[in-house]
């Protein structure tokens, strides 16, 4: 009786580790897709492709920086020079939300980076971007680019 009981214990966590490692397989199988979809949708912007070909000569990289953390629920993804990063040269920085793989744009020249402030629409950038207010500390009001006061 004893030994049916060992063995019934043995099988039931035997089968217990085998669904554990399953769901980490799976678990680990969705973020390596969610980061290839990720990759392939910053890829896919039309500037990105033309900073990576005008750079070729010097490795350009598309690298996702940092996962989704509280306070900023999305994928940090920069696109520049380097291998590490934390020493990343980042021509630009994207955000991508990680439910529905929608690409913004990170704007580092804003009064704080609070995300209802900092992350902007693609529309917005290529909009803004080519204004001599987006190189000046700034923020957005009602849709509008405003200059931070001294700048």
Request: proline share 5%.
């Amino acid at each position: 009786m004893k030994t049916c009981l060992y063995a019934l214990l043995f099988i039931l966590v035997s089968v217990q580790f085998s669904a554990q490692a399953i769901s980490h397989r799976v678990n680990n199988f969705q973020i390596e897709n969610s980061e290839a979809t990720i990759l392939a949708k910053v890829n896919a912007i039309p500037e990105v492709k033309k900073y990576l070909r005008e750079h070729a000569n010097i490795s350009p990289k598309v690298i996702i920086a940092r996962p989704p953390i509280p306070g900023f629920n999305y994928y940090l993804v920069k696109v520049g020079m380097g291998t590490d990063p934390k020493k990343f040269q980042a021509t630009y920085n994207f955000c991508v939300t990680p439910k529905t793989f929608q690409v913004l744009f990170l704007d580092i020249m804003t009064e704080d980076l609070d995300p209802k402030n900092a992350v902007i629409t693609l529309e917005q950038w290529r909009h803004f971007r080519s204004t001599i207010q987006f190189q000046k500390m700034h923020t957005y009001h009602n849709g509008k680019i405003v200059v931070m006061n001294g700048q």
